[in-house]
């Protein structure tokens, strides 16, 4: 069982920068691909970025891709969402998620992951 703990939201303008920290119970935490997804009211929850286990592998949604990073820190469980130049159409509640496989091919899907956070926030003001 891995239990995710996400933390960094918060209420800012539009351009500013956030970072997202996802921090993860999980003995070989580097076993565990990552995604972020995001979702607002009445919407489906949709997919951000990914990164396979060892870091090595990202992927992102083409809205986000060139303004947000996904990493890791294996040695501390957690891994990152760097946010920059924010929109106001990037407000939403964003969720971390882990999958049983290490490599991050189909997890853009949300079907493909085991584990969820809780969520936090984000808003942009324009």
């Known amino acids: 069982q891995v239990q995710l703990v996400e933390s960094g939201g918060g209420l800012v303008q539009a351009g500013d920068s956030l970072r997202l920290s996802c921090a993860a119970s999980?003995?070989?935490?580097?076993?565990?691909?990552v995604g972020w997804f995001r979702q607002t009211p009445g919407k489906e929850r949709e997919f951000v970025a990914a990164?396979?286990?060892?870091?090595?592998?990202?992927r992102y949604a083409d809205s986000v891709k060139g303004r947000f990073t996904i990493s890791r820190d294996n040695a501390k469980n957690t891994v990152f969402l760097q946010m920059n130049s924010l929109k106001p159409e990037d407000t939403a509640v964003y969720y971390c998620?882990?999958?049983?496989?290490?490599?991050?091919?189909?997890?853009?899907?949300?079907?493909?992951?085991?584990?969820w956070g809780q969520g936090t926030q984000v808003t942009v003001s324009s």
């Open positions: 990164i396979s286990g060892s870091g090595r592998s990202t």
């Open positions: 998620a882990a999958s049983n496989i290490p490599i991050i091919a189909g997890l853009d899907s949300s079907g493909k992951y085991n584990y």
């Open positions: 999980a003995r070989t935490f580097s076993s565990y691909a």
